[in-house]
Each structure stands twice: as C-alpha cells, then as structure tokens.
C-alpha cells in the first residue's frame, strides 16, 4: 500500500524531528552521567583524603600527647597508682588515650590499657605501618582478647629510671571508622586483608563485601553492596590494610533517572510539536492536492469537477488556479463540442431521416406519375389503355403500399431507439437467456450452423432480461444477416475478472477497420433496408448496464461482437 | 544525795538498755533482704537436686534439710536424722528420724519420706549420688533403672537402713548434698523457711518455718532478690535496700577453684608435654593477684578441704597453633584475658567463649575455664566430683578408693593427698587458684556465715534491734 502524502508527510516530519532531539538527550544524558560519575569520583577521592588527613591529625595529638607522657607522666607517676600495671590505664584516663602501653626494651609489656591483662608478658603487637603508624593490637574484650587496629605513634621514654618505649593512640574500631563516615558523608571502612574483615560500623554496607580485591596502592570501582550499587575508592593503608570510602550511586542513579525522563519528554514533546506541525501543514498541503485529484476524477468520469479552493500565492494554489482555468476551459469546449455534436447529430439525422424517407417516396412518386401517364393515356382513348392502366395501377398501387410499409417501419425503429426505457434489473441466469434468444433465432438460421457453448460457473447477474434479450437477439440478427449463404455462429458465455461475456462470433466476412470505427454510429448501416441503429441500440443497453461491447473482426475471417456486463450490484435506477 | 544517786542510776539504766540487744544475744523477729547473682528456678525451689545456681543452691539450702550435714571438718552432724549406728562392721548404717523432725505441712517426717528421698536422690545427677550408689548394695542397678534397692530400707516409721557393698570411711558424707534433701510426697521441704511468694527469676520470698527440726530461725521472714549487676547490688546494699549481699567482698572463706580443664583425648593437648607447657605457662601467683582474696592454687581443692604442697613444672616449651577456650561465665573476666593472654604468648592464638557456668562443666572443648566448688564439702567426694570432669589415671582412682576404704583420718587424708597429686600430675585439670566465696551485710545483721561450700548460711542470721 502506498501511503498517503499526509501519512509521508508525517513520517518525514516526525523523522526529522526525532533523531536530533534525541541524539540531544543522549549526548545531554551522557554529559549528566559523566558529569555526576566525576563528580562522585571526586568527593570519594576527597573523602579519602580527608580520612588520611584527619589520621595525620589524629597522629599529631597522639604524639604531642606522647611527648607529654614522657614529659610529666612517668617522671611523676599519679599517686593514685598504687600498682604498675595500671599505670598505663591511669595515664590513659588522664591523657585521653584508647589505647596505650609501656613496653621495656626486652619487649615486655610492663603496663597496658588496652591490654590490661598482659603486663609482663611478651608484646602481642605487629606494627603494620610506620607512616601513618598503625599496629595490630590485642585488646582485653569479654572473656579473652581481640586483635583490633590502632593508630600508635611510639617514643623512648625513661620510666622507673630505665628506657622504655611508649605507644598510645585511637583505636580504628568500628566507631573510629564510623565518626569518619558521618564526618564526610560517606561510607568508610577500613579493610584488613590478611584478616579479611572490615572495620565498619554494624550497618554499613561495605562491611557485607566479602572478599574485595584493591589492587595497586590506590583504587576504585562500582560494586554491589546489600543490593544497593555503590561507587568506592580504597587506599592502601598499611600493608594489607585498606581504606575504603564508598556511596551509593542512589543520588547519581535519581538524578540520571530523572534527566533522562526529562529529555524523554522534551523528545515526546518535540515530536508531538513536529507532528502536529506536519499534521496542519500536510492538511493545507495535502487538502489543495485532494481537491485536484477529486476534480479530475470527476473530469474523467465527465462531471462538471467545480472550482477548486487554495490559498493562493504558492506553488499549490498557481496549480489550482490553473487546474480551476482548465476546468474552465473544459467546460467551455465540451459545451461547444457538445453543441457541435448537437447540430451533427441533428444534421445527420436530417440527412439519414430525408434519405430514408426519400428513399420509399421515389417509387412512390414513380408509381403515381406512372398511374398518371396511364390515366392520360386511357383518357386518349388507347385500345390497350383500361387493361394497361389496371395492371399498371395494381403495379403502382403494391409499390406504394410496399414504401409505405417501408416508410412504417423506419418511423417505428426511430421512434422504439427514441423510446428506449431505463432498465430494471433483477438477477438473471444469462446461460438461460441465451438459450432462450437463440432458440428464437435457430428457425432464422437456414444454412448456418448454430453453436452454443455456457460457461456453467457464471453467477446470477442483476439485468434487465428484456433488454439483454433484445441487444442479445440484434447480434444474433447481424450475425445471421452477415452470413446469407451459411456459416458458423456460436454464442458463447464466460465470466471472468468480475465481468460476464456474452459473445456472438460469426464466420462471415468480417468487417475493415473503417466498417469498425463506423459500427456504433447511429444510423450507420450498410445492410440495404437497415436504419443503423442496431448496434446504437444494443451499445445503449449495454452502456445503460455498466457494461461495454467489444467488437473484434477481421476482414474474411468473421466478427466477434461481445457484450460485456459487470457482475455486481444492480446499479441504482 | 539519795536523789542523785536515783537519776544516776536511771541513767545508766538507760544506758544499759541501749547496749542491752547486742550484748544479750540474738534475738528474734525481722525480716531480711539478700540479694543474689541469680535465682533461676524460683518456684522450682522444692527440686533441690536440679539446683544450678548459687541462688538456687541457698534456696534449696533455706527451703530443704538433709538427713545429715556435714561438719566444718567433714564428719556428719545430725540433722533430720536424730543419731544413726554401723553395724556388720560397717556395711550397715542405720539412721533414725529425729521424732521433731516435721515437713512444711507439719506433717511429721517418717522413715518412708527418707526412703522414698534417698530413692530420687540415688537417680539423680548428683555427683555424691553417684559415689553412695556404687557402695549400695543394688545401689548399681538402682541407677541404671531396677526398681529394687536392697541397699535402702525403711525397717519401721523411724529408721532406715543403708547396706553398704564394703565398709566405707564416711558413708554418710554424701547424704549431706543438697540433692539428697528430705521432702514429702507431694515435694514439701522441711527446711528453716517455708517459700511463700516466688517471682520466677527475680524475687522468692520466704518465712520462718516454726517446726524446723533445730527450731525456728531467728528471723520471721526473708526476702532473696535476683540482681545480675555487681555494681547494682553493691549500690542496693549501701542504699539499704538490701541486707545481704552474696558474692561481695567482705566476710570470705576460699571454697572454689579455678580449674583449667583440658581434654587430653584432642588436640593440642593430646601430648602430656603440651599439657606440662600450658600449666607452666600459667603464672598462678600472679592470677591469684588479680582477684582480692584469691590464693594460688596448691592442690585441687581448697586449703581447708584438703592442703597440699606442690611444686610445677617450669618448662615453657612453645605450642604453636590455634585455640578454642571454653569460659564459664561466673570466671571472672580479667582472670580469663590473663589466662588467654599467656597461652597467646605461649604460642596459642586463643580466642575465648563464654557458656553458662552449668553448661561448661559438661561441655566437650580442648579447654574450658571453669570455678570449681564441690557439691558436698568432703575431700573424698570433692576429688571423686572433680575426676568426673576428665578421664582419671589409673593411680588415682586406686588412691580414691583405698581412701574410701580408709577408716584412719590420717592415711585417708594422706591417701587423697596422693590421688590429688596424681590427678594433678596427668595435666587434664590444672587448678589455678582458689577463690573466696564471700558476702557482705550491713551492720545490724548478724550470724550470716558461709559454709564450707561457700554457700551462705542465713539460718541462723538475725537483725539487731
């Protein structure tokens, strides 16, 4: 199916439209993306460094604190100790210390906060990093103890009059890590990856990351943590001990999401625009073309087709104007053809009417002068004259009637042609009519041979059977007429393409192409005595039915006459 | 003259009078509060012999009575049962029911009431149940579910008869557990008081039973309250709100020892020279030091059960490899980080778990850290008790039970030295220190002792006015 030039149109204007608006929404969209992904990446990596910073900062106190402890602690223990091993708990109170401890240069622990159950044993710690310094301490917790990190600068100090080394700092425990987060508004955890364990606070996602792998000092990705799609930065620590900072991509994801839903609507929106565009300018464009096209049809159909509207100015309203001016002009010339057809036609049927009725009334002129002559020549007293005049007058007196007859008959076809009816139609077997028609024929036929061949598919047709009959029973009379010494004739019927043929096909002379271009004319004959309207006759039945005749013949190979009928509806009388 | 002399002498009168409660005695009425760490069974209170708690063992020892108890020393002392004879030379000992004795209903108690006792007694988990079903004649088959028990017998309404398979040194020792109380039918107990209002868990409280076979207690009632926090009860105390508290420092006797049980069936500890390492490593004087009161343990039982002089191995040879440690709950924790904080430094990577202190004794784990205190404060029976937790040498239960057969007090004693030794030496239970049990009263409150299982006494407890 070709579509419409509003369909075509629509689909130009709505393929121009489309593709760079959207091409728009997604360079926009992926601008947002990658805008908000760098964005992202960025507070993460200030995030990181903030955490390291803020350890820096935690370093610094613990060592200012240190200094102090060495300063004034140990040289004057608190007098509130009344025992060493908790001299390293009392200091850690008084300096604010999570962890602590005084360790003898053999590497025993003399005191220990955070691991108040292992003075004078060996040292449990393993410094990890000296830069932040981290170390892996035991710290007393229920029952027994658990490794934890701490961040612990140390010091030579002199306690009890003999070097020891001093270590004291936070612990990097889960509420360690977790004040971190909140302080810069992510998720932070720090990654031991010998241990794998987290440190992070009991509802951060990161802590649900089984096994990460960070390789490198630095890294970062995108990694899905409780169901939730987080963005993550890690930076080696110490060792094996990562820090890890991650967020959700929530925030990225809502504002992706709702960019891109805009620049879908602004896309819906621009087609929308360009298609209702397309759809007024196609109707102001397509409207003119349709009128066009309605108007020749009717030209083509032979009605009048009527001024057709444009706005004027452009290209379509210069063709309609011109369409409206040929419109004109047609009018103006089928008038006048019409009108000059009129006279021919009158002419024609002047001259066919003078020279049929002259034609019967020469004998009768003859005829009459004839009784004349003989009268006159009685009335001389001619010996022979009253027998002549008897013969002569009952001579001249059947001529007369016989013209006179003729003269009946030609005024009777005149007047059956003018008095044609409209047919009425009604679903007809056509196979039976033509049985019927050229049974009537069959005792006219004499030496031709009479064929008839019923195609048995042909449906009901809606006809006027009177009136077929009789354009059937014309050809059938033609044909007889063509063949006077004998022949073949074979009516025939076919359906086909919607149409049904009734064929008369004769093995007479045939006719030339003049004969043929003369067929239809009205009183066109070349059969002495014919009137022409013969075929006039069966063309208007024919034409009267929606149908056609077809003529093919060929000079000595005979002439098929077919009269061609649509098989629908009966048209509306 | 006559005058002042009067005013003077009213005076001091009065004087005297205000000095008078105290130096006449104690006296009677009042009701008393004592709080306890725990009281789980609460209205269970008539089901002595599945006590597991310390509240609960001083319910059942408030509530119940025995047919004997047990002096400071470890002979029987009368109780229920009034005097008791041997006879077949020792494989018979007949008890006879003191007349006064009465349940809670005021029922008098016959001989059927401490038949049908020593019955559910000998079928229990009791440890000393355990001991006396094996000299009883059918004491055996008894346990393992005949319903005939020729070893006890009710000869009349007032005397029972217990057949022993072969004389024994104390054979009524093991009628002084708490498993081994009198009560009637329908579970009555024939205790000091008499449970009233039992809050399951938290509260039970409790009145003078006025027939109690050594006559009324001294007080008209006594209220036990449960409360976990340390801290919470020390507070209560000073505020008044209680009277007594168990468990804090103050009046103390040492009753329980921190036992280090290894299992020598498993690894690590499979090796005796692993076994020998861990109780080097183990520094008793200085876990002893931790905790106010505590001793270093010599032997397995306290000082006062039986003393002993031991010497321990000084090889620190390291163990490498990981360790599970079993934590009684009741173990103080600053003694358990010590103790994983040495076997850490041996070489043992020792992570700590803590179970109910009634679970941990039954417990299978390479090692557990329980506090040990015996269910029936006799040696004999204490060391049989302690040899239940472990697989016993071959030698000591030899000396175990040449000490049961022991009548002399100084061999027997000189014989449970040998099998404490000898227990000692395999490793399996290494003792680590004793520990005071001890409570703490206000002043006014008198007569509040602990016995020599620790468990306080409040019998004879009594409120100055």
């Known amino acids: 199916l070709t579509p419409s030039l509003r369909t075509r149109l629509l689909i130009a204007f709505g393929l121009v439209a489309v593709p760079p608006v959207a091409m728009l929404a997604a360079s926009a969209s992926s601008l947002i993306a990658s805008s908000l992904e760098e964005s992202s990446r960025r507070r993460l990596g200030d995030a990181l460094g903030s955490a390291r910073g803020r350890i820096d900062e935690l370093r610094r106190e613990a060592e200012a604190r240190l200094a102090a402890v060495a300063r004034e602690d140990l040289a004057e223990p608190p007098a509130s100790v009344a025992d060493d091993r908790t001299v390293a708990s009392a200091i850690a109170a008084r300096r604010g210390f999570e962890t602590f401890e005084i360790v003898a240069t053999t590497g025993r622990v003399l005191s220990s906060h955070h691991w108040s159950a292992g003075f004078d044993l060996p040292e449990q710690g393993e410094t990890l990093a000296d830069d932040p310094p981290l170390r892996r301490v035991a710290v007393a917790e229920g029952f027994g103890s658990v490794p934890r990190l701490a961040l612990m600068p140390s010091r030579s100090a002199r306690w009890r009059g003999l070097p020891v080394t001093i270590r004291g700092g936070p612990l990097l425990d889960a509420a360690f890590v977790g004040g971190l987060g909140r302080l810069m508004g992510v998720e932070t955890g720090i990654y031991d990856a010998a241990a794998r364990s987290w440190i992070a606070p009991p509802d951060s996602p990161l802590g649900r990351w089984t096994v990460p792998r960070f390789p490198g000092l630095e890294a970062e990705g995108v990694e899905t943590l409780g169901g939730v799609v987080h963005r993550w930065a890690a930076m080696r620590f110490a060792g094996d001990v990562w820090l890890v900072v991650g967020a959700p991509r ?115 002129q003859l005829s009459i002068e004839t009784l004349r002559r003989a009268a006159e020549q009685e009335g001389a007293g001619h010996p022979e004259g009253a027998a002549r005049f008897a013969r002569l007058f009952r001579e001249s007196s059947d001529t007369i009637l016989d013209e006179l007859r003729a003269l009946g008959r030609i ?75 004998g022949g073949r004739l074979l009516v025939r019927t076919a359906v086909a393409a919607g149409e049904v043929r009734l064929s008369v096909e004769d093995s007479g002379p045939g006719l030339d192409a003049e004969q043929q271009r003369q067929l239809f004319t009205p009183y066109h004959t070349t059969k002495r005595g014919g009137t022409g309207l013969g075929l006039a006759i069966v063309q208007g039945i024919a034409t009267d039915h929606g149908g056609r005749v077809e003529v093919r013949s060929e000079p000595g190979r005979g002439t098929s006459f077919a009269l061609v009928l649509p098989v629908r509806e009966a048209p509306a009388p | 003259v006559s005058w002042r002399l009067g005013v003077a002498a009213a005076l001091a009168l009065l004087g005297l009078a205000r000095l008078s409660p105290a130096a006449l005695g104690p006296c009677y009425g009042g009701r008393l509060t004592a709080g306890v760490p725990r009281i789980v069974l609460g209205s269970n209170a008539a089901q002595p012999w599945v006590a597991r708690e310390a509240g609960d063992a001083l319910v059942g020892r408030l509530v119940h009575e025995g047919l004997v108890r047990l002096a400071p020393e470890g002979f029987p002392l009368p109780a229920l049962a009034a005097r008791w004879s ?66 006890v017998d009710a000869i009349d309404a007032r005397r029972v008869t217990l057949r022993l398979l072969e004389p024994l040194a104390l054979p009524l020792a093991p009628l002084a557990s708490p498993a081994a109380a009198v009560t009637g039918a329908r579970g009555q107990g024939a205790g000091p008081f008499v449970p009233v209002l039992p809050v399951p868990g938290s509260r039970l409280a409790l009145n003078a039973f006025g027939s109690h076979v050594r006559g009324r207690p001294l007080l008209d009632g006594l209220t036990l309250v449960a409360l976990p926090n340390p801290e919470e009860r020390r507070a209560a105390l000073r505020a008044g709100r209680l009277d007594v508290v168990a468990g804090e420092a103050g009046v103390g006797r040492l009753t329980a020892t921190l036992l280090l049980v290894l299992d020598p069936t498993r690894r690590p500890f499979d090796r005796p020279s692993r076994r020998d390492a861990v109780a080097a490593a183990l520094e008793r004087e200085t876990l002893a030091a931790l905790i106010p009161g505590a001793a270093p343990a010599r032997g397995l039982l306290a000082p006062h059960l039986l003393s002993v002089e031991s010497e321990w191995p000084a090889t620190r040879a390291p163990i490498t490899g990981l360790l599970a440690l079993t934590v009684a709950d009741d173990v103080p924790p600053l003694l358990s980080q010590r103790i994983v904080a040495s076997l850490t430094a041996l070489g043992l990577r020792t992570t700590a778990t803590a179970v109910d202190s009634a679970v941990a004794r039954t417990a299978r784990a390479p090692a557990k850290l329980i ?95």
């Open chain 1, 250 to 364: 929530t925030l990225e994801a809502a504002l992706s999401e709702r960019f891109l839903r805009l620049t879908l609507l602004a896309s819906l929106a621009a087609l929308a625009a360009a298609l209702g565009a397309a759809f007024v300018l196609s109707r102001r464009i397509a409207r003119p073309v349709r009128a066009l096209a309605d108007a020749a049809r009717r030209i083509a159909a032979g009605q009048r087709p009527g001024a057709v509207s444009a706005a004027p100015g452009d290209e379509i309203g210069e063709l309609a104007a011109a369409f409206n001016a040929l419109g004109e002009d047609l009018d103006t010339s089928r008038a006048r053809l019409v009108q000059a057809e009129r006279v021919a036609a009158w002419r024609e049927m002047a001259r066919r009417l003078a020279h049929e009725l002259k034609n019967p009334l020469f004998p009768i």
């Open chain 2, 86 to 151: 041997a006879a077949a030379g020792g494989r018979e000992w007949t008890l006879e029911i003191d007349p006064n004795a009465r349940l809670h209903d005021e029922t008098p108690i016959v001989a059927a009431d401490a038949e049908r006792s020593l019955r559910r007694f000998l079928r229990s988990r009791s440890p000393a149940a355990v001991r006396l079903a094996a000299a009883l004649d059918g004491g055996a088959a008894f346990r393992k579910g005949a319903t005939a028990l020729p070893g």
């Open chain 1, 411 to 485: 005024i009777e076809e005149f007047s059956e042609f003018a008095r044609l009816p409209r047919p009425r139609f009604a679903p007809t077997d056509l196979n039976e009519l033509v049985g019927q028609t050229v049974a009537l024929y069959r005792p006219r036929a004499g030496q031709v041979l009479f064929e008839t061949l019923h195609d048995p598919q042909l449906p009901l047709v809606p006809v006027d059977r009177d009136l077929i009959a009789r354009a059937l029973g014309n050809l059938v009379a033609n044909a007889l007429d063509a063949m006077p010494d």
């Open chain 2, 371 to 465: 506090l040990w205190s015996p269910e029936v404060a006799e040696p004999g029976l204490a060391l049989r008790e302690l040899a239940s937790l472990a697989p016993v040498p071959r030698l000591a239960s030899e000396s175990l039970d040449a000490a049961d057969a022991e009548i002399d007090p100084d061999r027997r004693r000189a014989l449970l030295v040998e099998a404490d030794s000898v227990l000692r030496a395999d490793r399996a239970l290494v003792p680590l220190c004793v520990f005071p049990s001890s409570f703490a009263a206000r002043d006014g409150v008198r007569g509040v002792r602990l016995d020599a299982a620790g468990t306080l006494v409040l019998e004879d407890a009594w409120i100055q006015p």
